[in-house]
T-cell receptor, first 116, second 110 residues
């Protein structure tokens, strides 16, 4: 049973480019969460999605960031016009049940974004 | 903000038990205590959770005080691979998101 798969593992972008981070949840999981970990800082929640729905995006920066989890395919975290401050590790997690149930989340290995 | 307080760092000798404390004095009746860990540069890993009874699984044991205001994660025989940041999180599950604090950096030494 494959775990949460994130790709790419490492992503280098120049300022102003777009970054697309992908996350395939564990089989049978329909709830996906994105977290960001800035260098030397803790993990911060960004967004919680269920298939075709954004449930909570309270942790997402208001501009340039968007997320989706389509009916088919992986969840995508998209960062437009990247800046150096976006350099961080981005982790995706999935769970079989969402809000209202025990909150056991399974994390991927992360995508390390470096903005030059 | 995290609802838990943990010591920033701890050391443990290899082969000995590692006891990691966590204070959660404002925990609500419907909130669980969860423990995750993050080994350097990897994604967080779920360890164990509990509501009010003590719990044990293949990785660790969780001891929750009777008043539920604090808990202890026990790694019975720590190995070098247990060196990681350990996060104690209290959560009702109602929002879906996990709020991570600074955690405890556990260094297991040979």
């Amino acid at each position: 049973n494959a775990g949460v798969m994130q790709n790419p593992r490492h992503l280098v972008r120049r300022r102003g480019q777009e970054a697309r981070l992908r996350c395939s949840p564990m089989k049978g999981h329909s709830h996906v969460y994105w977290y960001r970990q800035l260098p030397e800082e803790g993990l911060k929640f960004m967004v919680y999605l269920q298939k075709e729905n954004i449930i909570d995006e309270s942790g997402m920066p208001k501009e340039r960031f968007s997320a989706e989890f389509p009916k088919e395919g992986p969840s995508i975290l998209r960062i437009q016009q990247v800046v150096r401050g976006d350099s961080a590790a981005y982790f995706c997690a999935s769970s079989p049940m969402g809000a209202g149930f025990k909150n056991i989340q399974y994390f991927g290995a992360g995508t390390r974004l470096s903005v030059l | 903000d995290a609802k838990t307080t943990q010591p920033p760092s701890m050391d443990c000798a290899e082969g000995r038990a590692a006891n990691l404390p966590c204070n959660h004095s404002t925990i609500s009746g419907n909130e669980y205590v969860y423990w995750y860990r993050q080994i350097h540069s990897q994604g967080p890993q779920y360890i164990i959770h509990g509501l009010k009874n003590n719990e044990t699984n293949e990785m660790a044991s969780l001891i929750i005080t009777e008043d539920r205001k604090s808990s202890t994660l026990i790694l019975p025989h720590a190995t070098l691979r247990d060196t990681a940041v350990y996060y104690c999180i209290v959560d009702s599950g109602n929002t879906g998101k996990l709020i991570f604090g600074q955690g405890t950096t556990l260094q297991v030494k040979p």
